[in-house]
């Protein structure tokens, strides 16, 4: 009687167990975790996209103002030497003024296009402010949901490892040849072995024992192995 009442117990625990490790696999916060990582990844390349064409508006930014800078010093240099004194050919001093001309048209076209650089170079900043804070915003989310995740594959290894336990125990108490019925069954039958018999029907299988097997069972007044004649799985007595 003990060995039937420990394979009952341990198709009790293997059936918790069982059940505790696919809650683990298919936690939903696993779900949630996984689509944020990706949304996460998706966020992080469009980000680093947008840092690098950053970095290429403010590389042309800085020679904008490096081309204005050189003109400027140019026109400086250019109007010394016309208001110097040391020259004095009219022809000279003519081409100058029109060098002096030309560099201004230059420096305004340059300083047009700087201010016009400029704008998307605060657009462009204003973009990676809005995506720093939503990738900090996720990073958090991030790790509230690992650590809750986590927590909960903890809870469930501490329980996972007590009824384990358990379950080592129970089945040091049972007949090996029995352990070792029960162990093959489970594996071929999605690790469901020992079930009841209701009404003459097979819990496991759900089909209907014979009436001359049915009767057998019931008329039975030892405590023997009684098997499903349709699917072969353990009936509990």
């Known amino acids: ?50 840092e ?44 100058i003024q029109k060098e002096i001309e030309s560099l201004n048209n230059k420096k305004d076209e340059t300083e047009t296009e700087l201010i016009e650089h400029l704008d998307l170079v605060d657009n462009l900043k204003g973009v990676l402010v809005k995506l720093n804070n939503q990738k900090e915003e996720f990073l958090i989310a991030k790790d509230k949901l690992e650590k809750k995740t986590n ?43 020992v079930v009841e018999l209701k009404d003459g029907i097979c819990q496991g299988c759900g089909m209907e024992l014979s009436a001359e097997e049915a009767d057998k069972m019931s008329h039975s007044e030892t405590q023997i192995l009684w098997r499903c004649e349709h699917c072969r799985r353990i009936f509990l007595r």
């Open 151 to 193: 927590s909960t594959i903890s809870d469930i290894d501490i329980k996972l490892d007590e009824l384990c336990k358990q379950r080592e125990e129970t089945a040091s108490l049972t007949d090996n040849d029995l352990l070792t019925l029960y162990e093959e069954t489970r594996a071929e039958k999605d690790g469901l072995a």
């Open 52 to 95: 690098e064409e950053f970095h290429k508006v403010e590389m042309k930014q800085k020679k904008l103002e490096g081309e204005i800078d050189t003109i400027t010093n140019k026109v400086k240099s250019e109007e010394k030497r016309l208001y110097s004194g040391v020259i004095s050919n009219s022809k000279e001093l003519g081409a």
């Open 1 to 50: 009687m003990a060995d039937f009442d420990n394979l009952k117990q341990l198709q009790e625990l293997d059936l918790i167990i069982d059940g505790l490790r696919r809650e683990k696999v298919n936690l939903p916060e696993k779900d949630k975790l996984d689509s944020l990582c990706k949304e996460l990844d998706r966020l992080t390349n469009y980000l680093s996209k947008k």
